[in-house]
């Protein structure tokens, strides 16, 4: 076949591709797809992935600390949870034809990304309230619009993830109500956790549109269903009532009602510290990713004992049966 | 009349010491388990350890509720977990020892799971139907746990040298705890004596058969040291209770009157 | 005459909230080396980093006590140490860091003891006489700290492959905390307005030149890394000072009332 | 010389060196001694500097908790004392031929012992009171009968020794007197420390005379100077008041005064106990040690940097000189 068939031949199966994404039909592992399609959803799923695993310690860090066993076992359920959702998506990556072994070494040099929510430090119990609420609840605008994203093991996972997702995010909401129904300190604990993981949860669904690179592309693949923006939305709406009910103060001083848009209009997002977080300056940075490389390291002579006893098995097997 | 009133009361004060032990026991061992949770060697033992700590955690509740409700005094299963100083803390040593390499926590889990395979099982018979229902809740998680702990035993025993090594020295560094969990005192013997609690005694050997036949599969050699360290039923701890106790009770504490 | 009042009132919570920072500064540094006791590369080290663990500690003492007679409420010393909570300490990150091994402690020391070489000389010309005082005896425990620090930093940065590589290793990890420890926000600029605060600002080129050219004896590289943390004199801390916090204050907030 | 002229030559330095020791004449590092004197010596110093060494652990246990900044402090300084004072007695064994490298070695293999007191854990911080109280209070009683011991270096060493340890008594007993006068958990707090303090102090002073393998010739050498029950004894009579003055339980229910010795009478002290925790069933045994090798194997590379960055600064010296 010449060059210039080969060319035609692509687009030929990219145009089919498009099609079949147009008609909201599945991509499955086996089919066809554009290289950068596949490389698109390796990024965007391994990251998601790395960010399920990572988000562990944030949360994992007050296990040993929470207040009551009920919690205590609720939050273990939880962070237990995070790593299935990790496990999962990390399945749908390698089913695009990329080991577990490559993703994890990628998180730890860096150059595979984790939701920059995680550099944030848990200071106090409210933080585990407030990060099940908010980072939770913001998630969850996210995954619920990629239930219908285009690659068909990303959609299923989705689809699993946010049902328990949104059962974190009750926990989440009913760690706050007590707090900031509880004692003096309690409301206040409460009130100070939302306005630290307030804005870093709206930031959460990354910049504006006119300013998101991969955006336009992601949507016609149908990889990303919903604009930054839009989803952004969703959740600010979603959150006013929620913190009136708790009777916390809202920590956008700018926050106000359009009636016209049908929508709450939002004070500025300070996007320098976004990217000043993201950049390497966030409390946690170093730490998340040297924990993460520890326990793997650590883990080491466990994965070659667990693979030295299962090649002497089959060894063993084998020479039985010979 | 005010003798048998008061047998009465000392033969309940027996029963909610008994039940809070075992209760120690879970919560703290479930604890330590918690403690892998993002510290694994990979993501499926994070979510495995994870749900070996949520069961034994789930046991301490159990255990705690039980005792509010047989002091009758309007306590809570946290104020036993939260409030009690280390003193009264009554669990088994082996249970509050950190939770060092992999193949530490693996080893303590092998003997703990072979003890409640037997122990759950003899609770089972108890007169108190509380603690038979504790009971065959947790022998179906004991079958889990205890294939775990099995296989991965046999995985690191016969595995690389290096974790034939640390097996073997987690074996030998827990072997001296592994005496005091057949013993009883008299709190226990007058509940043995009425049909309620387990005499671990009984199936001491029994133990010792099951712990060497997978050892032994393992490639690895039970210890014949003589050492053994006691003390746990008498809240006569190891230095490692306390600072797991600090953390763990801080928040509750620094707040008193709050609710979770 | 009320607006004099109330100038007079937030010119006396600038001080005692700049007060409780420098103690808070002391307290949890000397907390993290006393971490070191029995822990050390042999004796003589056990004894030095003791010492300087007991001159932060002392530190810390004088400024809670200063502090408590500011606010004349009958607050003592240990009411700051130990109920306060962790969003109310005021210390730069760079002193709630874990200990680290001896590299990253001897390297924080560098920064800390130039830094505070500076700060305290500049604090002895506080028109505030307690913090004068303070000062003052900060300055000969600094000589010595830093003669320490100096020392170490030549040995292990000259020393074998293995030392130099912890020790650039631990310069490159902390550089980022560096930075706030020269800033400040209104409450300190008010004081440094007038004259009693100090502003690290002024001298941050001369302990930059300070600690490259020791850096430089000792082989070591100065990082030209870009990033920084801050947050501390806000309360926005690490993960790791509430840990820190957790078993510090454990046993008094146990036993609200008592007195030790 | 001939065999029996070398004989009769040792026999005259052994009378010699006798005499002096009658005559209440210092021994010095110098001088002649016999092998068996010295070898003794070593064992006895060096195994009271393990237990100044491993004796910072129980208490250091309690730096980071100690409830007031003060009391921190104190203890802190009291535990670098005891460094000190391990430093003090490896350098008083060093003048007997001896290097700190093989003491520690001797330490960590088990061939050198440490006061079994240290097997014991610290539980409560009560624990740190009566340590300072009982266990440094029972240590006093050996050490100020050590003042006057034969060999110069170590009878001065205790001289320095001892004024540390009573200030330590003092601090100790003073941490008990604020925890038995105060709240009610407190005051039992500083019962249950000194029941498990009481007895293993008593046992500090080692078997009953009648028992005693090293103490006919140790007396002779003036190495001891008080037999194990006398000691015990005075311990026992000073501690009487004190535990009055606590208002405190004393622990021995069989204690009653004896007019006729002037002394009181104990009850018996469970000797099983003490053999079994020296025989490494203490709840510390294990872990003392292991910290200390912990400690020591991770100090290495710091060692060696020191000893590199010397001999490179010889060099350069002598490079300079040259």
Request: charged share 25%.
């Amino acid at each position: 076949m010449s060059t210039e068939d080969q060319i035609e031949d692509i687009n030929a199966l990219e145009q089919k591709f498009q099609a079949r994404i147009d008609a909201e039909q599945k991509i499955e592992p086996k089919d066809w797809m554009p290289d950068a399609y596949r490389k698109n959803l390796i990024r965007q799923i391994s990251q998601h992935a790395h960010s399920e695993v990572i988000g562990m310690q944030p949360e994992g860090n007050w296990i040993t600390r929470a207040p009551s066993l009920r919690r205590k076992a609720v939050l273990l359920a939880k962070v237990q949870d995070e790593a299935g959702h990790g496990l999962y998506l990390y399945s749908a990556t390698e089913t695009l034809g990329i080991s577990r072994a490559e993703l994890i070494a990628a998180l730890q040099d860096g150059s595979a990304k984790y939701a920059s929510i995680f550099n944030y430090p848990t200071q106090t119990w409210g933080d585990v309230g407030a990060i099940g609420w908010l980072v939770d609840g913001a998630a969850i605008c996210n995954q619920v619009s990629l239930q219908r994203t285009s690659y068909g093991p990303y959609a299923r996972g989705m689809i699993r993830i946010c049902k328990e997702e949104s059962f974190h995010q009750r926990q989440g909401y009913q760690i706050m109500i007590e707090l900031a129904h509880g004692t003096p300190e309690q409301k206040q604990m409460a009130q100070d956790s939302l306005n630290r993981f307030y804005w870093p949860s709206l930031m959460m669904f990354g910049p504006h549109d006119s300013e998101s690179a991969h955006s336009a592309r992601s949507m016609q693949w149908k990889i990303k269903r919903e604009t930054n923006d839009d989803l952004r939305q969703k959740f600010i709406d979603q959150t006013v009532p929620q913190i009136e009910y708790l009777g916390l103060e809202h920590p956008d001083k700018d926050l106000k009602w359009n009636e016209e848009r049908g929508h709450y209009d939002s004070g500025e997002i300070d996007w320098e510290e976004f990217q000043n977080v993201i950049n390497g300056n966030g409390h946690c940075n170093r730490q998340r990713i040297q924990h993460h490389v520890k326990a793997h390291e650590e883990g080491a002579w466990v994965r070659d004992a667990q693979n030295a006893y299962d090649q002497k098995r089959r060894a063993r097997k084998a020479s039985t049966a010979a | 009349m005010s003798t048998s009133q008061s047998s009465d009361h000392d033969s309940k004060q027996d029963l909610i010491n008994y039940v809070l032990r075992l209760g120690d026991d879970a919560l703290i061992l479930g604890h330590r388990l918690s403690e892998w949770v993002s510290r694994g060697p990979f993501l499926e033992e994070d979510i495995a350890l994870g749900n070996v700590a949520l069961d034994y955690i789930g046991r301490s509740r159990m255990c705690y509720n039980y005792a509010a409700e047989l002091s009758g005094e309007g306590k809570t299963e946290d104020d036993f977990a939260y409030l009690r100083d280390e003193r009264q803390f009554q669990n088994f040593l082996i249970n509050e020892l950190p939770r060092g390499d992999f193949a530490y926590t693996i080893a303590r889990q092998l003997f703990v799971d072979v003890f409640n395979k037997h122990y759950l099982s003899a609770l089972l018979q108890s007169k108190d139907q509380t603690l038979a229902a504790i009971a065959a809740k947790g022998i179906k998680e004991t079958q889990y746990h205890l294939r775990r702990s099995r296989e991965w035993t046999l995985r690191l025993g016969d595995g690389t040298d290096e974790s034939h090594q640390r097996m073997q020295t987690a074996i030998d560094e827990l072997w001296g705890y592994t005496h005091e969990i057949f013993e009883h005192d008299d709190i226990e013997q007058r509940l043995i004596d009425a049909g309620i609690a387990v005499d671990a005694a009984a199936f001491q050997k029994q133990w010792l058969a099951d712990v060497s036949a997978i050892l032994a599969e393992a490639t690895l050699t039970v210890p014949d040291a003589e050492w053994a360290v006691r003390g746990g039923r008498e809240g006569y701890h190891t230095e490692h209770l306390s600072l797991l106790l600090t953390e763990m009770q801080f928040v509750y504490r620094a707040y008193p009157n709050a609710k979770w």
